[in-house]
Every structure is written in C-alpha cells, then in structure tokens.
C-alpha cells in the first residue's frame, strides 16, 4: 500500500511553468513505477508522462513531449512534473499513480494507487 498527495498546481498564464510534486509514504517508493496523469472537465483521464523506479527511462505523451519533465527523488519519496510553456489546453486536474512492476504504464486501469489530484489552470 501507497499513499500518494499532489501539491504545486494553480493558476498560471500561457506559457508560464509550474512544477508539481507528489509525496509517497506507506511501502518502499522505490518500488513502484510512477506516472502523472490528467483529466480535462468533460473528457477522459489522460496519460501525460511516467517513469520507472530508479528514474532510467521515462516516457511522454506527444502533447507534452519536449515541455515537461518528469523526475523522482527515491530518497525524498517524491515525485515531480516540471511543466514549462504551458498552454490553455493543459488546463486540468492532474494525479500521480503508482504501480509495482518495471514497466511504465499509459492506461489508467493498470495504476494500483492513485492522489487524490490538483487543479491546474491555464489562462489564455
């Protein structure tokens, strides 16, 4: 078992940047592969990026490929999503996930945990 608490979402302008964090406690964080994921009003949650449990490999979306970094510090049990140039349509709640295995996952069925989310807001 896992718990997972987002912090560092807001309001932001277009092209502005946030960086969100992810505090873990419960079992080891090491252990389980992370990933945020967002959810726009009206629409289905969306992968957005992850990466495996020592941070070598880490995989992006296309929509935010090259403007977000996803990182994690095992020694701090956390995790982060760097979000530069933001756009309106990054507009939504984003959560972490957290699953045990080596693989980074994309479809939210396969999370084992999740946050409970923050609010990020996009102004154009």
């Known amino acids: 078992q896992v718990q997972l608490v987002e912090s560092g979402g807001g309001l932001v302008q277009a092209g502005g940047r946030l960086r969100l964090s992810c505090a873990a406690s419960?079992?080891?964080?090491?252990?389980?592969?992370m990933g945020w994921f967002r959810q726009a009003p009206g629409k289905e949650r969306e992968f957005v990026a992850g990466?495996?449990?020592?941070?070598?490999?880490?995989y992006y979306s296309d929509s935010v490929k090259g403007r977000f970094t996803i990182s994690r510090d095992n020694a701090k049990n956390t995790l982060y999503l760097q979000m530069n140039s933001l756009k309106p349509e990054d507009t939504a709640v984003y959560y972490c996930?957290?699953?045990?295995?080596?693989?980074?996952?994309?479809?939210?069925?396969?999370?084992?945990?999740w946050g409970q989310g923050t609010q990020v807001t996009v102004s154009s």
């Open positions: 990466i495996t449990w020592n941070g070598g490999s880490t």
């Open positions: 996930a957290a699953r045990g295995g080596s693989y980074i996952f994309t479809t939210p069925s396969n999370s084992d945990f």
């Open positions: 419960g079992r080891t964080f090491s252990s389980y592969v």
